[in-house]
C-alpha cells in the first residue's frame, strides 16, 4: 500500500511556497464570514432572551389577574358598594404593577368583547393575555394620563418610511382578561400594562441581555420596543442623556419584519449607527403585526477587533512560515489534509448541507476508505432527509386541504345559523301578529256590527248624532287599516299594494296634518321646498306610512327646537325619471358604524321604545314600489334619508316591458 506519507511530503513542497498566499486569503475569508455568523448567532441568542422576557411578562400578567379573578377578596368586594370595589382594584393595581385594572359584569362585558378577542375569551370562561393597540380614545376612557404617556412626538429619522404624522398617540398594552365565575355578579376582570415609555420594562430586557455580556457594556448593548415603526420604550440614545423616543426603524427593516413578517437577524442601521441587530415581529389578539422588539449592540468594537485579528493574523502566518516551514515539512507527513476534509464535510452536514461529500475517489489507504465509508453514509443519510421532505410536504398539503375545507364549512355553518335566527325572529313576529290581528278584530266586528244595527235601526232618526257615528265609523275602519298593515308586513307575500299614479307634494302635505302633534311637541321648524316633480305610481297609504315614520323619527332624534328639511325634487336613476322626497334634520346623526344596519328589522336607536320595524317596513315598501330608499349623515350635521322613486309613466314602461 502506498503510504500517504510519502506521497504528500513530495506534494507539499511546491504547493506550500506557490498557493500559500490563496490559501491565507481563503482562511481570512472564511474566518471572517464565521466571525460575522457568530455576531448574528449571539444577537439572535439575545433576541431569544428579550422575547422570553416579554412571553414571561405577558405570562405573569395573566397569572396575577387570574389570581384576583379567583380570590375570595374579590367575591367579597363584589357583592359590596361600588367605591369599595374600586378601592380595592386600585390596590391591587398598584401592588401588580398594572396601568389600569377593572371589572366588567357580563352585560358590560359583552359589547366589550365584540372588540377585544382577550375580553371575548374572558367572558367564555378562559383567561386570556395578549398584546393589543389602544386607539387614543381607548386609552382616555382609561385614565387621561395614560393617554398623554403614550403620546410621543416623531422625530425626523435617517432611511426610515416617508409619513406625513407627526406624533404616536396609540399605545402599545399588554393586555389580559380573566373571568369571574363567582358572586353576585358574573362578569370578566380586565387589566393591563401601557409599555409606551415603560423604560422599567425595557431596561429589564436590555439587563437580562447585557449584563455583563462580551456583547453589551455600556452603551453598546441595546433593546427597543416598537409600535408599528416608532420607538415607544428604547434606551437608545438620541444624543447623550436622550433617549431616541419618537425615532422610527429604517425602511428595509420595516419592510422584512411588519410588512414580511420575517425576522430580522444582521447590521442594520440604529438612529446614528450600525448595530448588529434583530428584530422580532409582534402580533396582536387579531394575529395582526402591530409591532417589533429589537436588540442589538455596536458594530464598530467588532470591526475594529475583526481587522485587528486578521492583521495579528497575517504577522503570525508569515512569521510561521519563516520559522517553521521545515520543521512542518518532515512532520506533516500529509495525514492532516484528508482527515479536516472529513472534518468539514461533517460541520457542513452538521449545518443542514447534506450534499457536502468527501470525493476521496480511488484513494486506497486507510484515510480514503474511512472517507468512502463515511460518503457512503452520507448518501443514505441524504435520501432518508429527501424522503422525509416529500412525506412532510405532502402531509402539509393535506392539513392545508383539510383546513380550508374546514373554512369553508364552518363559514357555511355561520352563514345558515344567521338565516335560522332571522328566521326565527321574522316567524315570531309574524305569530305575534297573526294573534293581535285575531283578538283586535274580534272587538272591531262587533263595533262594525253593533254601528250597522243602529244605522238599521233607527234611520232617519240618527241624524243629530250622524257625526258621532260617521267618527265611530272611520275610527273602526282605521283599526282594520292598521291591523291589515301588520298582517302585510307577518306575510307580505299574501297582500299586494294596490298602486296609482299618487302626486307626492299632496301626500307630504297630508302627512304633516298628521303628525302636527308630534311636531308641535318637538318644537320643531318645518322647511319645505317643494319643486314641481312627476308623479309617481305607489300605494298611498304605504306612502304616507313612509313618509310619517321618517317625520316622527327626525323630530323625535333632534330633541325640542330642532329644524326639519322636507324637499322634492325630480331625478334620474339608470335612465329612468322619477322623484325624490329629503327628510333632513338637525339632530346628532347616525354613527357611522351603524349606517349600514339601520333598515335591519328590529334595529333601534331608541332603547326604552319602538321596535325597530319601521324604516324595515319602509325600505320593504319602496322597494316594492321600484323605489330605492338610502340614509347619510350630512356635513353640517343631522340624518338625511332620500326616498326615490320612479316616475308613474317610467314604472309603467317597465310592468309592461
Not at 376 to 404: F, G, I, K
Amino acid at each position: 500500500m502506498t503510504s500517504v506519507r510519502v506521497r504528500l511530503l513530495v506534494l507539499a513542497l511546491a504547493p506550500l511556497v506557490l498557493l500559500m498566499p490563496a490559501l491565507l486569503l481563503i482562511a481570512m475569508t472564511r474566518w471572517t464570514a464565521d466571525y460575522d455568523r457568530l455576531l448574528i448567532a449571539n444577537v439572535e441568542s439575545d433576541l431569544r432572551i428579550a422575547e422570553q422576557y416579554l412571553s414571561r411578562l405577558m405570562a405573569g400578567t395573566g397569572e396575577d389577574l387570574q389570581g384576583i379573578a379567583e380570590s375570595a377578596q374579590l367575591a367579597v368586594v363584589l357583592g359590596a358598594e361600588k367605591p369599595a370595589r374600586a378601592a380595592f382594584l386600585d390596590r391591587k393595581r398598584e401592588v401588580l404593577g398594572f396601568d389600569f385594572l377593572y371589572f366588567l359584569p357580563v352585560t358590560q362585558a359583552e359589547p366589550a368583547a365584540q372588540r377585544w378577542p382577550v375580553i371575548a375569551s374572558g367572558l367564555a370562561g378562559r383567561a386570556e393575555t395578549s398584546i393589543d393597540l389602544f386607539q387614543p380614545e381607548d386609552l382616555e376612557a382609561v385614565s387621561t394620563e395614560l393617554a398623554e404617556r403614550a403620546r410621543i412626538p416623531l422625530i425626523d429619522t435617517e432611511a426610515a418610511v416617508p409619513t406625513t404624522r407627526t406624533e404616536e398617540e396609540r399605545g402599545m398594552v399588554v393586555h389580559a382578561a380573566a373571568p369571574v365565575r363567582f358572586g353576585g355578579q358574573p362578569g370578566v376582570l380586565v387589566g393591563g400594562i401601557l409599555l409606551n415609555r415603560n423604560l422599567d420594562f425595557i431596561d429589564t430586557i436590555n439587563a437580562l441581555v447585557y449584563l455583563n455580556a462580551v456583547t453589551g457594556g455600556e452603551r453598546q448593548g441595546t433593546a427597543t420596543l416598537f409600535l408599528d415603526d416608532v420607538r415607544v420604550s428604547t434606551n437608545v440614545r438620541l444624543f447623550e442623556d436622550v433617549r431616541a423616543l419618537g425615532t422610527r426603524v429604517s425602511a428595509a427593516v420595516r419592510g422584512a419584519v411588519l410588512d414580511e413578517g420575517r425576522t430580522w437577524l444582521d447590521r442594520a442601521f440604529v438612529v446614528n449607527d450600525w448595530y448588529i441587530s434583530g428584530y422580532l415581529p409582534l402580533t396582536d389578539s387579531f394575529g395582526e403585526r402591530v409591532g417589533m422588539l429589537y436588540v442589538g449592540f455596536l458594530e464598530a468594537p467588532f470591526t475594529a477587533a475583526k481587522r485587528a485579528a486578521l492583521l495579528w493574523m497575517m504577522l503570525a502566518f508569515a512569521a510561521v512560515l519563516v520559522l517553521f516551514v521545515p520543521i512542518f515539512l518532515r512532520m506533516a507527513e500529509g495525514i492532516f489534509a484528508p482527515l479536516e476534509r472529513m472534518t468539514e464535510t461533517m460541520r457542513r452536514v452538521g449545518d443542514g448541507d447534506l450534499s457536502a461529500r468527501n470525493n476521496h475517489a480511488g484513494a486506497k489507504d486507510e484515510i480514503g476508505q474511512v472517507a468512502a465509508h463515511l460518503d457512503d453514509l452520507l448518501d443514505q443519510v441524504q435520501d432518508r432527509d429527501r424522503r422525509l421532505r416529500a412525506w412532510a410536504d405532502e402531509l402539509n398539503q393535506r392539513v392545508d386541504q383539510r383546513t380550508a375545507e374546514l373554512r369553508e364549512a364552518n363559514e357555511k355553518l355561520e352563514a345558515t345559523f344567521r338565516q335560522l335566527v332571522m328566521s326565527e325572529k321574522l316567524a315570531s313576529i309574524g305569530e305575534i301578529t297573526a294573534g293581535v290581528a285575531h283578538e283586535i278584530n274580534n272587538p272591531v266586528a262587533v263595533i262594525q256590527g253593533n254601528l250597522d244595527v243602529i244605522y238599521e235601526v233607527l234611520g232617519p232618526n240618527t241624524q243629530p248624532i250622524d257625526t258621532e257615528l260617521a267618527l265611530i265609523d272611520r275610527q273602526v275602519a282605521r283599526i282594520q287599516a292598521i291591523v291589515g298593515k301588520l298582517l302585510k308586513f307577518a306575510r307580505p307575500g299574501d297582500y299586494s299594494g294596490s298602486e296609482e299614479s299618487v302626486e307626492l307634494c299632496g301626500v307630504v302635505d297630508e302627512c304633516l296634518v298628521l303628525v302636527s302633534h308630534v311636531v308641535a311637541q318637538g318644537k320643531a321648524v318645518v322647511r319645505k321646498a317643494f319643486a314641481p316633480v312627476p308623479d309617481v305610481r305607489v300605494d298611498p297609504g304605504e306612502m304616507q306610512q313612509v313618509v310619517v315614520n321618517l317625520i316622527v323619527n327626525a323630530v323625535q332624534a333632534m330633541g325640542p327646537g330642532g329644524t326639519l328639511d322636507l324637499a322634492l325634487l325630480p331625478e334620474t336613476r339608470d335612465g329612468r325619471d322619477g322623484a325624490c322626497l329629503v327628510v333632513a334634520d338637525t339632530g346628532p346623526g347616525i354613527p357611522e358604524d351603524r349606517l349600514a344596519s339601520v333598515f335591519d328589522p328590529f334595529f333601534t336607536t331608541k332603547q326604552a321604545e319602538g321596535t325597530g320595524l319601521g324604516l324595515s317596513i319602509s325600505q320593504t315598501l319602496i322597494q316594492r314600489a321600484g323605489g330605492l330608499i338610502t340614509v347619510r349623515n350630512r356635513p353640517e350635521g343631522g340624518a338625511e334619508f332620500r326616498v326615490w322613486l320612479p316616475a308613474a309613466e317610467a314604472r309603467q314602461d317597465d310592468i309592461g316591458a
